[in-house]
């Protein structure tokens, strides 16, 4: 097995990737330009999306890091339009898309349209968030748009299964249809349900094995999505729930464990992610040389068509989802008052990704009688036409969009308020804790170190009301600030001196390694203080 063209995919998207923080450009969208350009760079490799690839291994991995980032409460305050948005708008798309394609093209087959309909259905809300977050849309629309992203992708590929069905002649009916989707929305549930306890139980028992929990954590999603798929159940879903609930109890989990796994599911999300959006741009030359007895013109032309069906149709499901349950008093009083700027960014944030095109790749070259797939390398194009249309043009407008809207984002002032408010609330449970326990004549402490303990809490009391006040006129630096950045010195100088006593022999390498052990634990955690 040559293992040179999977080194240049994945060094060159991480590459382009860690280019694009330097640009006003995405990620998604540099990756997604660049692959286009590389596919017919003289010596790039061929590289063909399989979807056995794509489905199995690398999108339950990127669903469990969505998942476990995500809110479950967030999420369940906002189930009515996350619902709405990943089943209602996903099996609308499908009928409208499919119904007009089957209409515009000649000879296209109902079953083969509704196909292409869930094919190109689902959003992929990985750059809209990104989008989002370097924005600062308010927290409601990116909690909508990321329960969208964890859940349609299972809706697509139920409509898709029922629509290939009739497509090759197995045969489909309206109830079959529904009793797939019911056993595999219910049954993929019904797996998390079952898993996330006993796994996060097990996580649990591994206080003291880091390395085998977080081996444990990298296998998770993959258990969860295999053996739910393996009843023909959702997979998809089983991996949302399973995570959803370990991210929401993570706080019972080591805390080296934790250190450990975010910095692990950063790596392996920034990887993944960059190599799928450099996939979606490679694969140009694979789908033009099987458009066989279309025409460019006619491509382009069904291309645009689909293109603005997709487009409308989020729009036109969109607004009345939005308005039209407000007829309810008992929902207007739950939910937050909505502005037209509020379903216009969800409207526009449709841009599709990886999953579309790796469901249509995967769709078979034959039908039942043996007779070949209607239009299959038509499907295959207008859906990578779709993927880089919505990418490129809504991803590129999706930023001034919001800029002009002028949504409210996030006041960092009223969080920062809330952050003291919750710290000092903690720093008094945890004072009174101290007293307690050092009124034990078993936890007697020199004083000293008693009063080490008080002023750790203290400052880290002190430390966000600090940020609300004033700063160093010369530094531009809050004291918190200061402290820690005097703090790193000082760790710094320890850690030179170690080093030096390790070369002049004074000290051994294991020793170098525990020490130094030390102080990134101590950096690691004032690191991630400081960012939040």
Known sequence: MDVMPLLLLIAGSAAVAALARRTPVSA??????????????????????????????????????AALESSYLDLRANWRPVALLSVGYVLFATLAVGLLAHLAVPDLPLPAALVLGAVVAP??????????????????????LQGESLVNDATAITAYKVALAAAVGVGATWASGAEEFAVASLGGIGVGLVLMVPLHWLR???????????????????????????????GVLAVVVVALYLGHRSWQVD???????????????????????????????????????????????YAALVFVAVVVARFVWVFPATYLPRLSARIREREPDVTVAAPLIVGWAGMRGVVSLAIAFSIPATVHDGGPFPARNLVLFLTFTTVIGTLVVQGLTLPPLIRALRLPGRDARTETLAEAQAQNEASRAAEARLDE?????????????????????????????????????????????????????????????????????????????TLLRRLDLEEAAAYREERG
């Not at 959006?277 to 013109?297: H, K, M």
């Not at 080490?452 to 009391?461: A, I, K």
């Open 204 to 234: 649990r028992r591994l206080r003291d094995a880091p390395l085998l929990e977080n081996t444990l954590s990298l296998l998770i999603p993959f258990v969860a999505y295999a053996a739910a798929e393996q009843i023909g159940a959702s």
């Open 437 to 513: 326990l050092l009124a034990d004549d078993r936890n007697a402490l020199p004083g000293p170190l008693a009063d080490r303990l008080r002023t750790v809490m203290e400052r880290r009391r002190n430390a966000v009301w600090e940020r609300l006040g004033t700063v160093n006129e010369a530094t531009g630096e809050s004291a918190d600030e200061t402290y820690r950045r005097l703090a790193g010195e000082m760790i710094d100088a320890e850690r030179r001196v170690f080093v030096r006593l390790r070369d002049t022999r004074r000290i051994d390498d294991e020793m170098l390694r």
């Open 255 to 301: 805390f080296g464990t934790r250190l450990q796994e975010a910095a692990v599911w950063r790596m392996v999300s920034f990887l993944l992610e960059s190599a799928v959006f450099a996939l979606i741009g490679l694969q140009l030359p694979v789908v033009l040389r099987g458009l066989g007895e279309f025409s460019g013109a006619q491509a382009a032309r």
């Open 28 to 65: 998604p969208l540099l990756l997604v330009a660049v692959g286009l350009v590389a596919a017919y760079v003289p010596g790039v490799p061929d590289y063909t999306l399989d979807p056995h690839i794509v489905l199995p291994l690398v999108l339950p991995p990127l669903l469990h890091t």
């Open 123 to 144: 959003p992929d809300a990985v750059a809209a968030t990104a989008i989002a977050r370097r924005l600062g849309l308010p927290g409601r629309i990116t909690t909508i």
